[in-house]
C-alpha cells in the first residue's frame, strides 16, 4: 500500500550487489509510477526513467529544455512506488560541474538508484539522431570527477554516457569510455552503437559494466536480450517503448471513438478495471479505512 517499503539505500546495495554478479539486468523505461509498478509485476530487474520521456510528458522536445526539479520530482514519483532500483537519465547534468553535484545529491534524496550523466553540449539533442556535438575530453571528465565527488552513497550508481560514436567515431568511444572510468564513472553508457561487434569492443576496452539503448528508430538494430548479453552488456533499457505503445493504442481509441462514437470494440484491449485495482492494491487500503473498499468488482 502506498509507496515501497525498500528504503533507497536498500535498493542501491542490492542492485549494486546485482550488477556485480555481471548478469544482465533489463530495465525496461517507465512513463508514470503507475508503469513502474507494472514493470515490477512482471518480473524485471530495474526500472529507467528516460529524460526524453520526461519531456514528451510535458509535451517538449528532448534538447535539454525540463529542470533538475521536474526530472527529480517525476523521478521520486516513480522511484518510490517499486521495490525495483529504479535510474534516470540526468541529461548533461544541468550545467556546470557545481550544478551537476547539486543534480547527483538532489536524485539521491529523490530515491533513485542512479543516473548517468552525458558528454554532449548544450542544447542537447536525442541521442538517435544527427548532428550531435560532445564536449572535448576535459569537460566531459570533469562532470564525472564532480559526479563522483559530490554523491554520499556509495552505492548510487554514477554512469557516464558518451554520444561520441556519432560524431567521430568507435575509436573515440573508447578513448572517452575509458578517461570517463578513470574520472570515476561506475558503468558507460556508450549511445548509439551501431552493431554487436561495436558493443562488444566497448566491453572489452573498459572493467566497469556497461548499458545498451534499444531505442526504437534509432540508429541501433533492436538486439534481443541473449544477443547483449552473449557480448557482455550488463543493463539493457527499452526508454521510449512502453510510452509509445500505450501512445499508439491511445491514438488508435481516439479514431475508433471517432469513427464509431463508443470504444465497445476497444474493450478486449484495455486493462480491465479489476487488474488496475489490484495493480494499485487497492485492498489494501481497506486496513486503514473499511468504507474505502467496500465493492466487488464483476468481471
Known amino acids: 500500500m502506498l509507496y515501497s517499503t525498500v528504503t533507497p539505500a536498500d535498493k542501491r546495495r542490492a542492485f549494486r550487489e546485482r550488477l556485480a554478479t555481471g548478469e544482465l539486468l533489463r530495465f525496461p523505461g517507465a512513463f508514470n509510477p503507475l508503469s513502474a509498478r507494472l514493470i515490477e509485476r512482471k518480473g524485471f530487474e530495474g526500472v529507467y526513467i528516460s529524460g526524453a520521456v520526461l519531456s514528451a510528458d510535458l509535451g517538449l522536445p528532448d534538447i535539454g529544455l ?21 535510474i534516470i537519465d540526468a541529461d548533461t547534468g544541468f550545467g556546470e560541474p557545481m550544478n551537476v553535484a547539486r543534480t547527483i545529491q538532489t536524485l539521491e534524496d529523490a530515491g533513485l538508484a542512479g543516473t548517468h550523466i552525458e558528454d554532449q553540449i548544450n542544447p542537447k539533442r536525442c541521442g538517435h539522431l544527427d548532428g550531435k556535438a560532445v564536449v572535448d575530453e576535459d569537460t566531459a571528465v570533469k562532470r564525472i570527477r564532480a559526479a563522483a565527488d559530490a554523491r554520499r552513497d556509495p552505492n548510487f550508481l554514477i554512469m557516464a554516457r558518451t554520444d561520441i560514436r556519432a560524431v567521430e ?40 559494466p556497461i548499458l545498451a539503448n534499444m531505442t526504437e528508430f534509432g540508429k541501433s538494430d533492436l538486439f534481443s536480450v541473449d544477443q547483449l548479453r552473449d557480448v557482455g552488456v550488463n543493463i ?18 481516439l479514431d475508433t471513438l471517432i469513427e464509431e462514437g463508443h470504444l465497445t470494440s476497444k474493450l478486449d484491449q484495455m486493462q480491465h478495471r479489476a487488474d488496475l485495482y489490484d495493480l494499485i492494491d487497492y485492498e489494501s487500503y481497506n486496513r486503514f479505512d473499511t468504507n474505502v473498499f467496500n465493492f466487488h468488482i464483476e468481471r
Open 66 to 86: 525540463t529542470t533538475l526539479t521536474e526530472v527529480a520530482g517525476r523521478g521520486q514519483q516513480i522511484a518510490r512506488m517499486t521495490d525495483l532500483p529504479a
Open 169 to 208: 567515431g568507435l575509436d573515440a568511444a573508447i578513448d572517452r569510455a575509458k578517461a570517463l572510468v578513470d574520472a570515476g564513472a561506475d558503468a558507460i553508457f556508450p549511445e548509439a552503437m551501431r552493431t554487436l561487434d561495436e558493443f562488444a569492443a566497448v566491453r572489452a576496452a573498459v572493467d566497469v
Open 236 to 253: 539493457v533499457i527499452w526508454p521510449v517503448s512502453l510510452l509509445r505503445i500505450a501512445m499508439g493504442a491511445a491514438s488508435g481509441a
